[in-house]
Structures are given as structure tokens and as C-alpha cells.
């Protein structure tokens, strides 16, 4: 059977933060643009706490007004707590980068529907709880086979398809992209909680990452919503899980208690949601690009849940990948690896060196460490607001060698 074939500009693959924005950009920049999604919205995701960053690229798709007027929780930065002793504060208004001094904390599901809906509201179509089953990327213009919710089957044909489709990672799947990740297999325990916080030290307006009081590598993340409820999670290596309950519920609970400020911070909370778990999380790709075809987000990588850059990191290759399809269309030259694949990695590995840094404890040593001068607070301020691709940050330019040094200089001093 034949089946129908339809006509299209660009595909994106996905409605989260980075299909809803490259689509919003694209059709701003006035392309015919056509999403397909996978779930219906509103759905759970996780990654609740945005960046500075984000803002940029959700004020360029014509969204800010109305993230800004949703009623979430303001984010000025981070806090970073270990024991019941070593508290310290990252003020996103006191970074080097000139940039968005505040962000947001967010439930995904709200957030991902309001970012989708102003899409559709600028005129993108988005076609929901239908799936991307196959794909002819040998054609001048690629193909997909797409499966609607009722078994239906068709086909859509496009200049360019766009693959936001975060952890379902659709065409690197399709075109045997995937390639294993550097970074160590990690395993999350996470719920939302009722949180009925009066701890005077708690700030509502950070995010909480606490160091596990043994274990330095392993964290926890605590995410405060404008409701008064909190996200709250565990992350470790697999080993770290093997003498703690196996009921997710028990686990989370049995971390929590061993962590003193936690403890403290929670002892009135109400634990009345699911309990989730991830394992395996971080991903990589053979390629970012290809013939008609770009990867954007987790679709193409994902780190680390630990400084929340898996978002900023989507909306940037939205933003990147977008205009230079614009530029494309219009008969411009292109250069998708120099343009595209280089420029996104810059960031990219400028937050894996500080996500590996975490973990081994050199990073830690660095936030925990009471006489940083000022302005070197100031450009590690930058990075965790997610503006890592700022070369003119020396801990940006030279990641690498910048944090070896100053975890030198921060453990000789301790």
C-alpha cells in the first residue's frame, strides 16, 4: 500500500524546549515549519531548574512575556551545601558574562506545554502522539515514515529535519549515530515533594545542590517551586545504590536523612508523589550533522543533570542550527560543522570539564572554598548561569587548565 506523501520545508522532531524553539525561530523567519511529537502535553520530564541563559533564546523565538507572566519561581542562582557547616551562594547577578541575571524553576510539563503553545500560537503546527517510525535520509530531500496515535501510516518530506526529540534520540537511533558516553553510568531517585520548608537558610530563589556528607560523589538536587513544592532528587553511581533499599521511596528517603541540611530542610515535608528513577542517562553522538538532518539537545548529547545544562544546551543548538538554516534557504554558504558542530561542542565541553570536576572533587574544592577572589567568583558565576561559550571568560577559553589550577591553589589552602 502506497502511502500518502506530503510536502513540507522543515521537520522538527519533538516539542520540547529545543523543537518549540528552533520551530518558533524558523517560522518567525517565515518557513513552513511541522513538529511532530511523540506524547500529548501536558507530560512529566525532568530538568526543572533553567539557566540564565535559557532566557536569550526564549526572548529570540517571541516567548519571554509569557514565561515571564506564568507565575514560576524566580532563580537568581545556586546554592551549594555539604554537611551542616559549608553553605555558599552563587548570585547569577554577580556574574562576569554581561548577560540575563535571573532564570526560572519550572514543572517541565507546564513549562514544555506554554513553550509549545506559543509556538502553535506563531503559526508552527505541531502534531501530537504520532511517531517518527523510519526515515530515507538518501533522497535529495529526506523522508520520514510517521505512525499517528490511531496505527495510520504516512509520509513527510522535507529540505531539512530537525531531531529535538531529547531522550527518544530518534534519528541517531534511525541512522546508528549513538556512540557510547565518556561519562561515568549514573543513576537518579527523584519526586516532587510537599516541601512545607521554614528553614531560615533555605532560599527559594536558588536552587539547592548538597554534597552527600560521605560520599562526594554523589549529590542531591532540591528545586523549589512557585507552589510550594519542591523537586527533589539523589545522584550517584550505580555502586553508591547497592546498600540502599531497592523501593525507590526508601532509597530517596534513607539519602536524604544522611545528608544533616536536608534533613533539617525537610523534616516537615509531605512525600506524597511517584518516586522516578533514571539510570544511564548520559549519551553521545558519532556526528551533530548530517545530509539535510541536525541534532539538537539530548537528542545529540547529554551530560549531567548536576548544573542543569542539558536545556541551555538545546535552546542554544536550537538558536544555532535555525539561523543557519535561514541562512541556507537563502542561498548562503554554510559551514555546519564549523557553525554548527564546533561552535555548540565549545560549550559543551567547557561544562563536561566542569561536570567531571564535580566528581572527582576538584570542582567542589573550588565552590566550597571560603577566600575565592571576586572576580574569579564572578566568571565561574558565568559558566553555571550557562553562558560557557563565552571566550572571553578565562574559565571558558581555558576550562581546563584554569579549574586544575585553581583546585591546586583552593586544596593547598584549605
Known amino acids: 500500500m502506497e502511502l500518502t506523501l506530503e510536502q513540507r520545508k522543515v521537520v522538527v522532531i519533538g ?15 517565515g518557513y513552513d515549519v511541522l513538529v ?12 526543572e531548574s533553567l539557566l540564565s541563559h535559557c532566557l536569550d533564546f526564549i526572548e529570540e523565538a ?4 509569557a514565561v515571564q507572566q506564568a507565575g514560576y519561581q524566580v532563580k537568581h542562582g545556586a546554592a551549594f551545601g555539604w554537611g551542616d ?9 554577580d556574574q562576569f558574562t554581561q548577560g540575563k ?8 510539563g507546564e513549562f514544555d506545554k506554554l513553550l509549545a503553545d506559543e509556538a502553535e500560537k506563531q503559526g508552527v503546527e505541531i502534531r501530537y502522539q504520532e511517531e517518527i517510525m523510519d526515515g530515507d535520509f538518501n533522497q535529495q530531500r529526506p523522508v520520514l515514515t510517521v505512525k499517528k496515535h490511531n496505527g495510520e501510516l504516512y509520509q513527510v518530506q522535507s529540505d531539512f529535519v530537525l531531531d529535538a526529540s531529547g531522550y527518544g534520540r530518534v534519528l541517531p537511533r534511525l541512522l546508528d549515530l549513538e556512540t557510547p558516553s565518556s561519562l561515568a553510568v549514573r543513576k537518579a531517585v527523584f519526586t516532587h515533594v510537599v516541601d512545607r520548608i521554614d528553614d531560615p537558610q533555605f532560599n527559594r530563589e536558588k536552587i539547592l545542590i548538597t554534597t552527600h556528607p560521605t560520599y562526594r560523589d554523589v549529590w542531591f538536587w532540591s528545586i523549589p517551586f512557585s507552589d510550594g513544592v519542591t523537586s ?43 518516586f522516578r528513577t533514571l539510570v544511564g542517562y548520559s549519551a553521545n553522538v558519532k556526528k551533530l550533522y548530517g545530509k539535510n538532518f541536525a541534532l539538537l539537545g539530548n537528542a545529540a548529547e547529554f551530560l549531567d543533570p548536576v548544573f542543569s545544562s542539558g536545556v541551555t544546551i538545546g535552546m542554544r543548538s536550537s538558536s544555532m542550527a535555525a539561523n543557519l538554516l535561514d541562512q541556507q534557504f537563502k542561498g548562503q554558504a554554510v559551514n ?27 570542582f567542589q574544592d573550588v565552590i566550597y ?18 553562558y560557557a561559550w563565552d571566550t572571553k571568560n578565562p574559565y571558558v577559553a581555558e576550562h581546563k587548565r584554569r579549574l586544575n589550577v585553581l583546585a591546586e591553589i583552593c586544596r593547598a589552602d584549605s
Request: glycine content about 8%.
Open 36 to 47: 511532530i511529537e511523540k506524547q500529548q502535553f501536558p507530560r512529566f520530564c525532568i530538568g
Open 101 to 108: 541575571t535571573s532564570t526560572f524553576q519550572v514543572k517541565r
Open 85 to 93: 557547616d559549608r553553605y555558599v551562594e552563587i548570585d547569577f547577578r
Open 62 to 65: 517571541g516567548m519571554l512575556e
Open 232 to 274: 527533589l532528587g539523589v545522584v550517584g553511581e550505580l555502586d553508591r545504590f547497592k546498600n540502599y533499599p531497592e523501593a525507590l521511596e526508601a532509597c530517596l528517603k534513607q539519602f536524604v536523612n544522611e545528608a544533616p541540611n536536608l534533613r533539617r530542610i525537610f523534616k516537615n515535608a509531605q512525600w506524597s508523589n511517584p
Open 336 to 362: 555546519w560543522e564549523q557553525d554548527f558542530s564546533e561552535q555548540l561542542k565549545l560549550g559543551v565541553e567547557t561544562f563536561r570539564t566542569y561536570v567531571e570536576g564535580w566528581y572527582d572533587g576538584r
Open 369 to 386: 572554598y571560603k577566600n575565592t577572589q571576586f572576580e574569579i567568583r564572578r566568571m565561574i558565576c558565568s559558566i553555571l548561569a550557562g
Open 15 to 29: 516539542a520540547g524546549p529545543s523543537g518549540s524553539i528552533a520551530a518558533a525561530i524558523l517560522k518567525r523567519k
